[in-house]
């Protein structure tokens, strides 16, 4: 099942044009948050002395690695929420 909240924008920001005599914001989402916490979460895990020793049958691949940095990802978005 995949999981349906992505957390909002990451680092939502509002941005306004002029086009000759008309001005109008357009709002900026960018990457998710439910994505930034991943990416966050996948540095610290890469960051240590050995990444790779998750000790699964699975083997240690880099989807392996990915799909855990998520599960913290969505584990945090969940904290946040209660």
């Known amino acids: 099942m995949a999981y349906k909240n992505n957390g909002g ?7 306004t044009f002029e086009d000759g005599l008309k001005s109008f914001n357009n709002q900026i989402h960018g990457m998710s948050l439910r994505d930034w916490f991943a990416g ?3 540095q610290g895990i890469l ?10 049958e699975r083997g240690n691949t880099p989807k392996l ?3 855990i940095a998520y599960i913290y990802a969505e584990t945090m978005i969940d904290e946040r929420e209660k």
Request: proline fraction near 17%.
């Open 9 to 15: 924008p990451a680092f939502p920001a509002v941005a």
């Open 40 to 42: 966050m979460a996948l």
């Open 47 to 56: 960051a240590s002395p050995n990444p790779h020793s998750f000790g699964t």
């Open 65 to 67: 690695v990915s799909e």
